[in-house]
């Protein structure tokens, strides 16, 4: 089984903190969503490699994929249908943002097999939101919770940022508390980080903002946790909590090692066992690519070891951890043998 991931690199507004791949100018979108189609038929993948046909999980993210009309998302989704077989239960993700919500679309994109939505909510505080140069305000965000209810949502994720310079921990309390509440049923919460060359790193350099503070971070993520605990949610991975039996099945498969297939404009694939290749980080180059993609796919092929460190540091990050055993090492199910230990005694990491 496996995934994709579509990176839709258009947003309304530069978020101060946000160092993905993303244009405001939004005149090549529908260049764009045509070379992202076109990738979908004929893929771009590394010589002689079969991909997995089964897909269990779809997932837009980038960027703002909610900017998209549903005419837009539903050529998407049948190009996918079309070239894969996409599991009847899959589990179909599209990143939103607050004011891109309305009860038509939300009714739109169950329509279209949209199962999960992921908001971009950040907090809800006004003051928070201008200062991340959000796009939406704390009445949107409150409100888009209400709509997909009442849309029928079951299932859906927000994503919260802690840390902010200068707001309490009473502030980041009243988040969560509103959050859990409401009994969310998946939250992402991510502490604050400077980014090189972002809005806030700029900012920060020229001392018209204050750097987040480690300890502060460290505090509310202590309160995080404290906090879930307290609601029943499972703190599955260091940013991610559900409520039981709602975890994201997609993301929950990239700290697995399984395959998934990314398209669009610095999108990253990757075959569940060594090889990972990834697309440009650039509309331009993107469209470019599309004509003679070939030429340009860049890929890397994983030793052994590096195979090994990456499960170690992604089964770290998650509540199942790593599992050492006299013979073997036991990393999110996969069983490696002693064999390749002494390869890793060589390793500083080991
Ligand atoms: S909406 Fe998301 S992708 Fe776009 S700038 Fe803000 S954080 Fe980045």
């Not at 939101?129 to 305000?137: I, K, P």
């Not at 940022?161 to 921990?169: A, E, N």
Request: hydrophobic share 40%; glycine share 6%.
């Amino acid at each position: 089984m496996a995934g994709i991931y579509l990176h839709i690199p258009f947003c309304s507004k530069a978020c101060h903190y946000c160092n993905f791949h993303f244009s405001t100018s939004l005149h090549r979108l529908p260049e764009v969503l045509q070379a992202l189609e076109a990738e979908i038929i004929q893929p771009w993948w590394p010589p002689d490699y079969v991909p997995q046909r089964r897909i269990e999980s779809i997932y837009f993210g980038g960027g703002t994929p909610s900017l998209l009309s549903p005419a837009q998302l539903g050529i998407l989704l049948q190009r996918m249908r079309e070239r894969y077989e996409v599991a009847p239960t899959a589990e179909i993700t599209l990143e939103a943002n607050p004011d891109d919500v309305s009860p038509q679309r939300l009714e739109a994109w169950l329509q279209l097999g949209i199962n999960r939505l992921s908001m971009g909510v950040q907090s809800f505080f006004d003051d928070d939101l201008r200062w991340m140069n959000r796009a939406h305000d704390a009445r949107q965000a409150l409100n888009s919770l209400s709509l997909l209810r009442t849309a029928g949502f079951q299932n859906f994720s927000i994503d919260l940022i802690y840390g902010l310079p200068g707001t309490t921990h009473q502030r980041w309390l009243q988040n969560l508390h509103l959050a859990m509440e409401a009994q969310v049923p998946h939250l992402s919460c991510y502490a604050l980080t400077v980014e090189p060359r972002t809005a806030l790193d700029v900012m920060i350099k020229r001392q018209k903002a204050r750097a987040p503070d480690d300890a502060v971070q460290q505090q509310q993520l202590d309160l995080l946790m404290d906090t879930a605990a307290t609601y029943g949610y499972d703190h599955y991975e260091i940013s991610n909590l559900a409520l039981p039996g709602l975890h994201s099945r997609h993301n929950s498969s990239y700290w697995q090692g399984l395959p998934y297939y990314g398209f669009g404009p610095s999108a990253h694939s990757y075959d569940g066992q060594h090889t990972r290749w990834w697309n440009v980080a650039n509309n331009s180059l993107y469209l470019q690519w599309a004509q003679q993609p070939h030429l340009r796919i860049q890929h890397e092929v994983l030793s052994p070891v590096q195979q090994l460190n990456e499960a170690i540091m992604t089964g770290l990050r998650t509540s199942q951890g790593i599992t050492l055993q006299p013979a073997q090492l036991l990393v999110a199910g996969r069983l490696y043998p002693a064999a390749q230990w002494p390869a890793l005694q060589q390793n500083s990491c080991w």
